[in-house]
């Protein structure tokens, strides 16, 4: 990987003056708010909001049609998501980028958008159809930004290879390349008259250049930051040039002379920026990484700013807890050690010099014992340190970009981790082997997360698709196709908060079971980026969009206390879809004095399966009889595991091209198939059990664990039991 490409993952800060902290009322289902409103800034690595002629940052990542219906948000994914401004809803995912995207532009008719990748690609798309019209290819490095001539027939491209190009819009063909820039060029506008362009660039020069023939007129040093945005002033006399830490510049096209300074650099407006956060193991406390280095706790109740517990010279990229709450441990973009706090002093305590550029993620293992940490762009390794020493234990090597997401099995024998395109890697923690790779690469939206059993890992496909792999194995167990975009993993592993499908702007809690949303928040200037869940699963705290953070109360406001009236009524929600369901689960949470002599005498261990007649409907899976055919595989999908191992036998045969696809169907079913409404309703009590997790819910769940071995309940309440033990 080259330099210049290692460097492309910068997190340049473009923010506003901080305002005075804004009393912002608390949307419905919030508890308290993190951080200032108000504030903006960039927390991904290399995009950055456009300045516009009188000097106002606009928002990062973001495009806006010219007739101000459409917005383009550029997020982890390797698409674009183009979305409606009235309802925020993501109305096509524009596919083709094999990288994260850093650009996007709308055309002057707002019929064409470019965009630019990490793949080195700038793409056209139709705005109207979703479908790309052009491949703009030459570029040796990020396409870091974009911009159409007043005229639409020519776009422009910026990239860290230091050049800037011009490509004809209705072919695609390199028009010029205009080089000079060294290091990279970072923005790029085109005058009014479309006659002049201008580029910047992260030595802080600015060039204008003649359009037509591709020479450069004149040159000069614009700001002592990187040049990361540039504006035209309507008369095409003025040129605006914003720098990375949020200043702005008017100078002069004809003179290349300062006019005015329209807004001072103002780095310390990131201070409400938040990037990252955790919440300590007994839930009291939130710890939340900065734009500026800081990391600040909070009262996780109230929200309340406690005390900054550390820093780093650089955007604080990752905080973690230790296991016991005393310790935690943090890393920053383009600062390459790991450092461990003590929480209650706000003292650094001990620091992991091991990586040759920024560390992207932390954690500790289960027991405390160790620290895993994995490298950026420039050095995207994956080092084990000893949590008492800072020695160096095992360099894990296998990943060839920035790597976002490592995840531990909580049994602390598995590491999974995820980088850009490359597979999901699975290894031995304790020998830093690898052990397999699924080949859907699955880091691009930097999640990972095992089952709380350690038995699964839950990634994200090539599709954007969340899926449950069977980490033995390596099998698919399920697949949930609605490609939600993953944001978090409750503790139990149970539920996924994700962008809602049909409005980004929005959190959704989904049931990995079954697939179902369980609740909605409808908070957000953007769409989120991170979410945490408290240790306790009945809080989440959700990235705002604003520079802030939103705590919501996951419950629903349910209240302790369940009549005797209101039993039958909350056993039939337990059966039904999405937040009824969830409504019901709370209560009875909430309500452990009821809730479990109730389900102890609803719930029955899983009966014994005859097993004696799978052979025979095995045999009738190729009756001539189309009905025969049809009852035998109902029979078959009703006894669920007990017929798995029967099912994989015929499919390791020849078996008849109609037996083939009927077993595939059933295997599939049991893999990936959402439970009945019975089903499901038993595997949620479960869950009350474990939530509540008193004796008497484990004597109920000792209980379950005597039925059938074969059966789902019987697993699910062994495994709630399990982890109770523990």
Known sequence: MSARRAGCMLLFVLCLPAPARAAVPLPAGAVARFGTAGAKYHEHHDRVGGVTADGQWLDRGVAVSPDGKLKVVISDEHFVHLLSIATGQDLRPLKGHTAYLTAAAFSPDGRTLASGSNDR???????????????????????????????????????WDGSARLWDVASGKELRRLDGHRPEARAVAFAPDGKALATGATDGTVRLWDAATGKEVRHWT???????????????????????????????????????????????????????????????????????????????????????????????????????GKTLASSARRHGVVRLWDVEAGRMVRAYPGHGGGVSRVLFTPDGKQVVAAGGSFDPSIIVYDAATAKELRRLDGHTDLVNAIAVSTDGKWLASAAGTDPVILWDLATGKEQRRWPAPGGGRGRLAFTPDGGGLLAVDVDGAVCLYDVATGKERRHLTSEPHWLGTSPDGRTLAVAAADNLFQVGLVEL???QERRRFNEGAR?????????????????????????????????????????????????????????????????????????????????????????????????DDFAVREKATKNLHAAGEAARAALEKVLAGAPSAEVKRRAEWLLEKLDGGAPGADEARDLRAVEVLEAVGTPE??????????????ARLTHEAKRALGRLNR
């Open 697 to 710: 819910a484990r004597r109920v769940l000792e209980a379950l664990t005597k039925g059938a071995p074969e």
């Open 222 to 324: 614009a700001h002592e930051a990187g040049v990361v945005a540039l504006a035209f002033t309507k008369d095409g006399k003025g040129l605006v040039a914003g720098d990375a830490l949020g200043g702005v510049r008017q100078w002069d096209v004809a003179t290349g002379r300062e006019v005015r300074t329209l807004r001072e650099p103002g780095a310390k407006a990131a201070a409400d920026g938040i990037y990252c956060a955790a919440f300590a193991p007994d839930g009291k406390t939130v710890a939340l990484g900065h734009l500026d280095g800081n990391i600040w706790l909070h009262d996780a109740a109230t929200g309340r700013e406690l005390r900054v517990v550390g820093r780093h010279p650089g955007h604080v990229w990752s905080v973690a807890f230790s296991p016991d």
């Open 121 to 159: 690609t700038l793409r056209l798309w139709d705005v109207g159809s979703g479908r790309e019209l052009r491949c703009c290819r030459g570029h040796d490095d990020q396409v870091c930004a974009v911009a159409f001539s007043p005229d639409g027939k020519t776009v422009a491209s910026a990239s």
């Open 527 to 623: 769409p989120p980026t991170w979410t945490a869940f408290a240790p306790d699963g009945r809080r989440l705290l959700t990235d705002a969009g604003d520079s802030t953070a939103v705590l919501w109360d996951i419950t629903g406001g349910a209240k302790a206390g369940l009549a005797a009236r209101e039993r039958d009524d909350v056993w039939r929600g337990l059966a039904a879809d999405g937040e009824r369901a969830y409504d019901a689960h709370w209560k009875l949470v909430l309500s452990p004095r009821e809730a479990v002599p109730l389900l102890r005498d609803r719930l029955r261990p899983a009966s014994p399966f005859d097993g004696t007649l799978i052979p025979r409907w095995l045999a009738e899976l190729d009756d």
């Open 513 to 515: 079971a079954t697939g």
